[in-house]
Every structure is written in C-alpha cells, then in structure tokens.
C-alpha cells in the first residue's frame, strides 16, 4: 500500500523491580554489562516533567559501532503489596528515589497520578496485566511480553492509540542508513 513506517533505532523494555533500591542496583549492573559488550554509555533519567521530583526511572544507553542504537529502559515496581505497579510514589510528601526507604518516610504513600509513563492510567497498571508473563512472536524470536500487552500499551499510550492499527515493525526491506 506504499506505507512507510517510521522506524526509531531503538530498544524499549520494561523492567519490574521490587523498588527504587532495587531498580539503582539493576541499572548500573545493566550499564556494566552493556559496557562490557562494547556500548559506550548508559544514563540515568526521571520521567517527570519536573527531573529533580522524582526517582531517575529511565535508563538510555547507546552504542554506535557497527550501527548506531539505543536502548530505552523503563522500570516499574512491583513489590507493593497492592494489586498494582507504578513508576513513582511520593510517601510522607517526599518522593522515594534510591537513598529513600519508603519504610522510613513519615506518612502515608501515595502514587502521584499524572507523572511518569504510566501517568495515561492513573499512574498504575493492574499486575495481572503483566504477570504472569507470556510469550510474544517477533521476527520469528520468542520473547517475554506482559500478559495483556494492549492494556500494558494503554496504559504507556503518549498520543492516540488505535488499536486497529497495532503491529510490530519488521526489519526486513530497511534503509540502514535512513
């Protein structure tokens, strides 16, 4: 039909972790081992709009030989013994980041519901959406993916999500220097 898919040279993963401390730990032992396989850098990002608010949930890393990619990681936490995950909480009326046990916070927690990735459902995203994980086809691999991937999508949704049109892009027929 002469359609063109824009392609971004990117990786997006979502990655669960019991909490902030954890998510800390997991993204420099990403870093380490990416740097090991010959990736340049690796950063570290909130995904507020206001960066110093929030707990740096976002992890960028690039590699630019032989192909230019990046790698773009998201984390969630999963270990609230609520029925849901989120990306940020706010307990006692200060953020929780990595230096920040939300045991020792004085007051309640509470998921902010307009700040970060999941701020298009409230900030949460029901864990039987995601687990148990299930198994997705793509370019002919079997990957790990959330159990209701639409709802997942939904929930990260920046701008019209038309679930007539949801596909995968293949790498077949690319332009590799586009």
């Given at each position: 039909?002469?359609l ?10 979502m ?47 690039i ?15 999963t270990?609230?013994?609520g029925?849901d995950v ?21 007051g ?18 029901p ?7 299930a ?21 990260m949704?920046?701008s019209?999500?038309n679930?007539?049109c ?13």
């Amino acid at each position: 039909r002469g359609l063109l898919d824009v392609v971004e040279r990117d990786i997006d993963v979502m990655i669960g972790v019991a909490d902030e401390r954890a998510w800390s730990w997991a993204a420099r032992e990403i870093e380490r081992r990416l740097i090991e396989l010959g990736w340049e850098r690796c950063w570290a990002k909130s995904s507020a709009e206001e960066r110093d608010a929030m707990r740096r949930d976002l992890l960028y890393c690039i590699r630019t030989s032989p192909e230019y990619m990046l790698l773009d990681a998201t984390s969630y936490i999963t270990g609230d013994p609520g029925p849901d995950v989120f990306v940020h909480r706010v307990c006692g009326g200060r953020p929780i980041d990595d230096g920040t046990s939300p045991g020792l916070a004085d007051g309640p927690c509470e998921v902010p519901p307009d700040v970060g990735p999941l701020r298009h459902a409230g900030g949460r995203l029901p864990k039987a959406s995601i687990s148990p994980l299930a198994r997705c086809r793509a370019a002919g691999l079997s990957v790990p993916c959330p159990r209701e991937p639409v709802e997942t999508i939904r929930a990260m949704a920046h701008s019209g999500l038309n679930l007539a049109c949801l596909a995968m892009p293949t790498t077949g027929g690319r332009d590799w220097e586009d």
